[in-house]
Nanobody
């Protein structure tokens, strides 16, 4: 069975950092693009950024530019979302999704995680 599981969420103060993990089982995540989403209370889910198979990271939410990035540890079959300088408005459930094998961030997504809560509060 193919699965994605997010972890690493929690409660942090403004200005602090978190690193979320998106771990795959049942398939090799290195062969897939991985897109990060978030959904804040009362709002629709939005794309945050994506990581291509080659490592480039197109950004979909201008508000995270310069603060968030994503990278891979292929030996652990995991993609990470590094979130720095967190703001109150970053509070959301963060989830990851993988696109097709040998595909790109523009492609339809096939596998979804259930999400992890990130709360930024003073």
């Amino acid at each position: 069975q193919s699965q994605l599981v997010e972890s690493g969420g929690g409660l942090v103060q403004p200005g602090e950092s978190l690193r979320l993990a998106c771990a795959a089982s049942g398939f090799f995540l290195a062969s897939h693009p991985v897109k990060w989403f978030r959904q804040a209370p009362g709002k629709e889910r939005e794309g945050v950024l994506c990581i291509e198979r080659g490592g480039s990271t197109p950004i979909y939410a201008d508000s995270v530019k310069g603060r968030f990035t994503s990278f891979r540890n292929n030996t652990r079959n995991t993609v990470y979302l590094q979130m720095n300088s967190l703001k109150l408005e970053d509070t959301a459930v963060y989830s990851c999704a993988a696109g097709p094998q040998y595909g790109f961030c523009r492609d339809s997504l096939q596998y979804w995680g259930q999400g992890t809560q990130v709360t930024v509060s003073s």
